[in-house]
Each structure stands twice: as structure tokens, then as C-alpha cells.
């Protein structure tokens, strides 16, 4: 297998919404490139990417797809994408090491949501964009609505190099506004006829040549001296002041294809190899101390391991980016996570689902290993005396959740293991073994992405298992302030136990000041384990409860803290002031302090107004404007606190504040009524009190447990 310098190596990433024609436009590639004899299809499940059972399935991506081509010399990395939200965790880190990102736009739909959050990824990793618009012959095609939506959403950076001669079934024809040429195709499609630009499109070609080469030559004084000088670029100069431009994010050029009859993708293929930067002209990655990186073909070798999957005949494939060096099978090197010495074993390219063993990759190409011992996602891996850590990937927060419970008891360890190996092979996947609530919850990117996780759990690992409704981690607290106390005494032969506490329990609030009968003498203050304050105070005058039961008093309240009194959920936001009790000099211990604190917190907690809290997330909603009002109605119904709105072209963002409770299942919902052109985030906000029913609910909920 050939060895690429990495001068001529192009790392692509394929980003787009479902349905866009991406993974058709790879397998377009691969064809145009002499890589596959024959082209499949999404339709006939025989795609080069779309290899995994379920893929075919469904008839989509699920997973990122790694392929490899050589166009004229240059070796193209492509790495084929979801276009489905449910897993952006595949897409997150598919951008972070690539070089260049080509959205692909459905022309009959425009800009659709989907591709709004994958430009986030791209911009959070500058990594240099351009666009394809896809599906001109198809019969509501609209090109240049789309490029309009493009640029309203994405800025006047999108510049448009090709247009349609003609769109829908009339597709046939491209105008190239950089080489001020026709691409004219055969009806199948294919190698195209170059011809000149027919008289009736020369206006417009001439008007946008003349607007990309004014957007070319205002980011590079030298060109823009000779534009100045001349009039004028040549397509060499051009070409040179794209790749400046497209580097620096200052320009996104924008291609025509069919991919479905390979019409413009060998000019898009062009355009990589003569235009695109190769892994040493990219922007760098960054290193855990916030340096740039350079990539470095003589150093020392280092890896960075981005994704993990398991495949039956192989074992787990790591896949990783060469950043400094050469890579070869039988290195030891150093995984900086935890300083283990790691050795490498054989060393693959992948097509799909082949594997092409290989004795060497060099600096900015893309590989995989197997059976890495020390190895996992976002690690670092170099040769000793070479310390080295490159930033992690950052993958989005989940959006639902579910809690997973075995049919048979038995098989604990089993299905640890495998929500394990899943959370490896996706990080996006967060799993949760929630003591508070007793169950394991799966936290997810949305309902099919949970589906996926079952079907892995059921027929990958075999476990017999069932999704059920998570709990809901309430909090209690109180409203006014109460004072109790509680003695307890006990005597049963032998030593006996007697302790003596009186409590003012109060709701905490920042800043508030202590009653005027009382004199603190000591304040601990504790940020809970599961979020708010607690206060305990020591206001004991005259040594009527010693010192050294204080602890105990705290480990009394703390534990009915942890268990609340009113519904088990656990408290927060409490002020706790020990001010009078008494003791025995025999019988009084610490078990006995503990017990009345305890007791008398629970009776006075029981007095003071208790309120149960929910936990409130901060969601963010993006949907198309069409759809705006039917979403609003439905955050209300599900009391939704609207926070804010913007524009973004055609796509409406919409802040809201949403208790959990009411967010289950939110994302069917949500792809329901807006034919599943809409996506949300979300992240925990704060907690608020519940409303009067759902106290009664859940507190007559938790007394039917008990």
C-alpha cells in the first residue's frame, strides 16, 4: 500500500442532513476515483459507508464511515457522517481531526437544521468549509434559494464558484465562474464536455468571476496589487488566493453536483487536490495547555486516538491522526492520560468495512490499530521524553434519557460491561448508575439513538432487557423558618444513650443574618454533593452539649439530608443552627447525638412549609420559522418559560427554560410535529419548586414505595 507525504494528503469530512446525498456523493467518489468498479446505493443497501447491519436497515448512516481515495496523485481521507442529530457524537470527533469540511445541501430543501448544529463543530474547530449543493435534478430544486439560505445562516463568506445551467430533469450542464467554462454531461453522467459559457449566461458568470475574484484578492495584498494592476487573476493566482482565503475562513466556496448521476464531482475532487489544505497547512491542533501544535513529518512520532469500534472479527479497532513522525506496527510509546507504555500492534487503512494493513503511516494520515491494550478515546499517545497531550474532543450534551433494567437478576456484571464497551465506542453515551434514584440511566442524543443502544444491549450482548421511565432527582427544601427538638432516651440494662438537641432550621438564602438571640460560635459551610448549601451552625453557650458531639449532630442531619423527610428526596438549602440541648455525663455518646439530630431535623423539617424542587433545564430549540408557533405552543403546554428568540436566515432559535419531567421524550415529540426538521440542546439549569399537584403526586408516590 502506497505511503503518502503528507504535502499531498487531504483529510475530508462529508456534513450535512439527512438525506442531503452525502454518503451517495461518497460513493461517487470512491467510483470517479477508480476505487470501486461499480456504484451502490442507499436504496439497494450496497454503499461503500452504510455497511453496518442497521444501516441498511434504516436506509441511513448511523455511524461515521472512514474511506480512502487517490484523486491524481493526492490521497483523499473522507470521512462520511450521520446526518441525523441522534448521533452527533460520530460527528464531533470526524471534525476534530479533519481539514477540511464540505456541507452538503439538499437543493430541494435549502438549509435545513441539522446542518445549523454541525456548523458549530466546524467553527469551534476552524476548520476550512465549503459547500455542495446536491440534487439539482430533482424536480423542486432550488439553487439559488438554497445559497441565499446559506448565506443568511452561514455569512456573506459563501461564494459561490459553479451554478446550474438548468435545474430539475433538464440537469445537465454547469457553469464554472473560477474557470469561466461549461461542464456539459452526458445524460448517465460522467467525464463532462468542456464548452464555452452559452451567450445568454455570460452576464451573470461575468458578475460573479468578478465577485470572486474581488473576494480573493481583498484577502491577499499581493493579489490584490495584481488585481489592481491588471485587472485581473489568472486561474493559478485564483487558486492560490481560495487556498489563503479558505484557510483562514475568510471565504466558503460553493460547487453544484448530482451525485446520484456524477455530474460535478470530479471537479469537486479537483478542487481538493489543488485548492484544499493538507494536514501541515491547516489550522493546528491545540495542546491541553491551550499552545498550537504544529504537525511535524521529521519529529517524534505522536497519535491522537479519536474513535473506538468493535467489530467481531477483528476486536476493537482504534482509529487515530498521526501528528508528529511515523507510525509503525511494534512501536512503544507512551499514552499521556496515565504515563502507560504502550505497544502497537497491526496498523490499517479503511474502505467501508475493508481493512488494508499497511507498515507505515506518516504524519496527517488517518489510520487504525488493533488491539491497543491502554488505549481510548481523546488519548495522546508519543514516544518517551516527548510529553505531549493534545485537547480532547468535546461531545454535545445528551437531550434524553432512559433508565435500563435487566429481566433476570444475574447478569449485573454482563450488562456493566457492555454500557461500558458502548460508552468506548460512543462518548456521546452517558451512563449514569444513579444510587439516589436506584437505577441505571442512559442519557442519549435522542429516541432513535436510544433504539440503537437497545438493540446493541439485546442482540450484540445478549442481555434480556427493558427501557423504562427514569426517575425524576426532585429536591426538598423549606419556607420558613422553625425551631424543634427532640430528646432521646433509652435505657436497657448496662450503658444507656441520652442526648438532648434543639434546632433552628431555616431555609437558606446568600447573604442572610444570623437571629439575635443567638451567638454563633463556629460555622461550617458545605456545598451539597447533589447541589445547594448547607449551614450548620454551633450556638451552644454554657457547654450544655460538648464540643465533640457536634460532629455528630452534623452526621445526624446530613442523613436525613440525603433521604428527605418528606418524599426521600434529597434536601438542600438549609440553614441548621444547634442552639440548646443538653447531655449525660455516662450515657451520652455519639451514636445517641446523632439520633436526636436526626429526629429532630426530621420534625421540624415537617413543619416548616417543605416545598419539593424539580430540576429546570435551559433547552434550546433550533426549527424552521414554518414550524415556530406550533413548537411555542407546545413548550407552554409543557411549562415551557420562554427565555428568548432569534433569527438565524430561515432557522428560528428559541431559549426556554423546561422542568425535566416534561423533557421525556421531547425530541420524538419535537421531530413529530416539525416532520423532523427541528433539534434542540439542552443543559441543567437550576431547580425550582413544583407545583402543588405534583408534590401531591410524588410525595403519595414515594409513601407507596416505602
Not at 435487566?406 to 456493566?416: A, I, N
Not at 442572610?512 to 443567638?518: C, E
Request: aromatic share 8%; hydrophobic share 35%.
Amino acid at each position: 500500500m502506497k505511503v503518502y507525504d503528507p504535502t499531498r494528503i487531504r483529510n475530508v469530512v462529508l456534513l450535512g442532513h439527512s438525506g442531503s446525498g452525502k454518503t451517495t456523493l461518497a460513493e461517487t467518489m470512491l467510483f470517479e476515483a477508480g476505487a470501486i468498479n461499480r456504484r451502490g446505493s442507499v436504496e439497494e443497501k450496497n454503499t461503500v459507508s452504510d455497511y453496518h447491519p442497521l444501516e441498511k436497515e434504516k436506509g441511513k448512516s448511523i455511524h461515521s464511515s472512514f474511506l480512502n481515495l487517490d484523486w491524481r496523485g493526492h490521497k483523499i481521507n473522507l470521512i462520511d457522517t450521520p446526518g441525523t442529530s441522534d448521533y452527533i457524537g460520530e460527528v464531533a470527533g470526524a471534525v476534530r481531526i479533519t481539514d477540511t469540511a464540505i456541507f452538503v445541501l439538499n437543493s430541494e430543501q435549502g438549509v435545513e437544521t441539522a446542518t445549523s448544529s454541525l456548523w458549530k463543530y466546524v467553527q469551534k474547530y476552524s476548520v476550512p468549509s465549503m459547500f455542495v449543493v446536491n440534487k439539482l435534478d430533482t424536480d423542486q430544486s432550488d439553487f439559488w434559494k438554497t445559497v441565499e439560505e446559506a448565506r443568511e445562516q452561514f455569512g456573506r463568506e459563501v461564494t459561490v464558484v459553479q451554478f446550474p445551467y438548468s435545474e430539475g430533469e433538464d440537469f445537465h450542464g454547469i457553469i464554472d465562474v473560477l474557470r469561466m467554462t461549461m461542464y456539459e454531461f452526458p445524460d448517465k453522467g460522467g467525464k463532462p464536455d468542456k464548452l464555452p459559457i452559452p451567450d445568454s449566461m455570460k452576464p451573470q458568470a461575468e458578475k460573479l468571476h468578478r465577485e470572486l475574484v474581488e473576494t480573493i484578492a481583498e484577502n491577499d495584498e499581493t493579489l490584490m496589487d495584481i488585481y489592481f494592476d491588471q485587472g485581473e487573476l489568472d486561474e493559478e493566482q485564483m487558486e492560490k488566493g481560495l487556498h489563503i482565503s479558505l484557510v483562514n475562513g475568510q471565504i466558503f466556496p460553493l460547487f453544484c453536483s448530482t451525485a446520484s448521476k456524477n455530474m460535478g464531482t470530479g471537479r469537486v475532487m479537483g478542487f481538493l487536490d489543488d485548492v484544499a489544505p493538507n494536514p501541515l497547512q491547516g489550522n493546528p491542533p491545540k495542546t491541553e495547555e491551550d499552545n498550537e501544535y504544529a504537525l511535524d513529518p521529521d519529529g517524534k512520532p505522536v497519535m491522537f486516538l479519536f474513535k473506538t469500534y468493535s467489530e467481531s472479527h477483528v476486536g476493537d479497532l482504534i482509529y487515530f491522526k498521526v501528528y508528529g513522525g511515523s507510525i509503525r506496527p511494534g512501536m512503544d510509546l507512551v499514552n499521556s492520560s496515565n504515563g502507560s507504555s504502550v505497544r502497537l500492534g497491526s496498523l490499517f487503512l479503511s474502505e467501508g468495512h475493508k481493512r488494508i494493513e499497511i507498515n507505515e503511516i506518516r504524519t496527517g494520515d488517518i489510520g487504525a490499530v488493533v488491539k491497543l491494550k491502554d488505549g481510548e478515546v481523546n488519548d495522546t499517545l508519543h514516544e518517551k521524553g516527548h510529553d505531549i497531550k493534545l485537547q480532547g474532543i468535546e461531545f454535545p450534551p445528551t437531550t434524553i434519557r432512559t433508565a435500563v433494567k435487566l429481566k433476570k437478576e444475574g447478569d449485573e456484571d454482563k450488562l456493566g460491561h457492555a454500557l461500558h464497551q458502548i460508552h468506548r465506542e460512543d462518548p456521546s453515551v452517558v451512563i449514569e448508575h444513579s444510587q439516589e434514584l436506584r437505577q441505571v440511566i442512559i442519557h442519549g442524543q435522542g429516541e432513535e439513538h436510544l433504539a440503537v443502544i437497545e438493540d446493541q444491549l439485546k442482540n450484540r450482548f445478549k442481555l434480556d432487557v427493558e427501557f423504562v421511565t427514569p426517575k425524576i432527582p426532585y429536591r426538598e427544601t423549606i419556607t420558613k423558618a422553625v425551631r424543634a427538638q427532640y430528646k432521646h432516651k433509652k435505657q436497657s440494662g448496662g450503658a444507656g444513650q441520652f442526648a438532648e438537641v434543639h434546632l433552628l432550621i431555616e431555609p437558606y438564602v446568600e447573604g442572610m443574618s444570623t437571629p439575635d438571640d443567638l451567638k454563633v460560635r463556629d460555622v461550617q459551610e458545605q456545598d451539597l454533593p447533589w447541589g445547594g448549601k448547607l449551614v450548620f451552625q454551633n450556638c451552644i453557650v454554657g457547654g450544655v452539649i460538648d464540643n465533640r458531639f457536634m460532629p455528630a449532630i452534623l452526621k445526624g442531619v446530613m442523613e436525613k439530608m440525603e433521604n428527605g423527610p418528606m418524599s426521600g428526596c434529597r434536601v438542600r438549602d438549609i440553614r441548621i443552627s444547634v442552639y440548646d440541648g443538653s447531655m449525660h455525663s455516662v450515657d451520652s455518646n455519639e451514636a445517641a447525638f446523632k439520633t436526636a439530630a436526626l429526629m429532630a431535623f426530621r420534625d421540624g423539617f415537617m413543619k416548616a412549609n417543605p416545598q419539593l424542587m424539580e430540576p429546570v433545564y435551559e433547552i434550546e430549540v433550533n426549527v424552521p420559522s414554518s414550524y415556530m408557533g406550533d413548537v411555542m405552543s407546545d413548550l407552554s403546554s409543557r411549562r415551557g418559560q420562554i427565555q428568548g428568540m432569534e433569527g438565524e436566515g430561515s432557522i428560528q432559535k428559541i431559549k426556554a427554560h423546561v422542568p425535566l419531567e416534561e423533557l421525556d421524550h421531547y425530541s420524538t415529540r419535537l421531530k413529530s410535529m416539525t416532520q423532523g426538521s427541528a433539534t434542540y440542546t439542552r443543559e441543567f439549569s437550576h431547580y425550582a419548586q413544583v407545583p402543588h399537584d405534583v408534590q401531591e403526586r410524588v410525595v403519595k408516590e414515594n409513601l407507596q414505595e416505602a
